[in-house]
């Protein structure tokens, strides 16, 4: 069955949670292997090729989804066009998708990408937990929110001289979730900042 509640997606295969996909996979495991071979892939290739002349806009992370899994779906880079929920969360409503999207990358832009926080490891922290708070609650795709949401931050991270996020756990223990339902439901991002704070660590500096 489908984790969400959604009246008339149709990206998954009946009676799974498996997407329909190019190649034909119908099993949730073999999906997933593919799915981790294809991120792996984007992290080598992305990584290698970012420098300060990288613009993380909205285009940047509209073809993150696109570039990483169009190989495999269809719906790859595509806004959804259905609302969608988890549990008791309410995603952006898709008539609204498109406009809140401009609206976070408009912001980020005007906050020169963090630029002026990064050295400041706390603040960078906190303005970067808003904004990954304000994509949770986009959840503009179909499927792969969570893994390029946090691709995207490590992106903007890394940019600035951290690593990519560790997340120590947060994600296999729930507390990932947790920070996720306090961004949607209460546009509060302290659990994700703290979660952030200590994942940040510097490429330079032995912490
Ligand atoms: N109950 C919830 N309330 C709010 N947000 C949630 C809830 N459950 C999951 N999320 C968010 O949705 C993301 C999962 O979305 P999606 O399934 O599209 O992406 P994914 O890449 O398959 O997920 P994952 O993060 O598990 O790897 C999570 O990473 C989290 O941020
Ligand atoms: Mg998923």
Redesign the pocket.
């Known amino acids: 069955m489908s ?2 509640r959604s009246s008339k997606s149709s990206i998954y295969i009946d009676g799974t949670d498996v997407p329909k996909n190019k190649l034909g996979i119908e099993n949730t495991q073999d999906i997933h292997e593919v799915e981790n071979i294809l991120l792996e892939e984007a992290y080598a290739k992305l990584s290698s090729s970012l420098n300060t002349k990288t613009i993380l806009d909205e285009t940047y992370f509209i073809n993150l989804h696109k570039k990483t899994f169009e190989s495999l779906y269809d719906f790859a880079g595509v806004y959804r066009d259905v609302n969608m929920s ?4 309410q ?1 952006c409503l898709a008539q609204y998708l498109r406009s809140e999207s401009k609206r976070i990358f408009t912001e980020l832009e005007k906050d020169k990408y963090l630029q002026d926080v990064a050295s400041d490891k706390t603040t960078f922290a906190k303005k970067l937990a808003y904004y990954q708070g304000e994509l ?2 986009l ?1 503009p ?10 691709l995207y931050v490590d992106m903007l991270a890394m940019v600035h001289g951290y690593k990519p996020i560790d997340y120590s756990g947060a ?1 296999e223990n729930g507390a ?2 947790d ?3 306090a ?3 209460y546009a509060d991002a302290s659990l994700l900042e703290s979660i952030l704070f200590c994942g940040l660590s510097r490429f330079d500096i032995v912490n």
Request: charged share 20%; aromatic share 18%.
């Open positions: 984790k969400y988890k549990g008791e969360s995603f949770i609650a959840h795709f179909y499927e792969l929110n969570g893994r390029i949401t946090r994600i990932y979730i920070a996720s339902i961004c949607v439901q």
